[in-house]
């Protein structure tokens, strides 16, 4: 692969992967960080070849290395201040600041990640049950079940203009 067409996936899939990582993480400068390292990977991995969609095989690849972070010690020892939540609203990057003013993003990112992936999937990828059941190696009942779950949730937080919009099938 040559620059000019590494720069075109870049351009191409940044932004989206982007804002994979921020749902994931919820923290913008680690997400650029785990972009960067899958944009390296992509970019070092010779033997690629394209045998699906490239935005499937490098989101697989953002969300795996997102989990790979939340799994990791460095982040598991973190102490979290209260206003954390605040924190996140107040940045000011334009990549994200649609989602972030949106009452349903910031209700989706105060999900735990297993209910949260389940609707980024779901609302945002618009893939079915059966695809994100595969794309996360799990069961089609299991994702059923955290998006039952996931909604519950929202449903706590959301007001009934924004519920209404997610619970529409």
Known sequence: MN????EK????????????????????????????????????????????????????????????YLRSWSFRHLQFRN???ETIHTERDPLILQEEKSEIAIAILKLPVKYREIIIFYYYE???MREVAQFLNLSENTVKTRMIKARKLLKVDLSLDYWEVLSIE
């Open 9 to 68: 996936v870049i351009d191409e899939y940044g932004e989206h992967l982007l804002k994979i990582a921020y749902f994931y993480l919820r923290d913008r400068e680690t997400g650029k960080d785990i972009v960067q390292e899958v944009f390296i990977s992509f970019y070092s991995a010779a033997d690629y070849e394209e045998q699906g969609k490239l935005r499937a095989y490098l989101t697989k690849m953002t969300v795996n290395r997102c989990k790979d």
């Open 83 to 85: 206003s954390w939540i």
């Open 3 to 6: 620059s000019a067409e590494f």
């Open 126 to 128: 618009e893939y079915n």
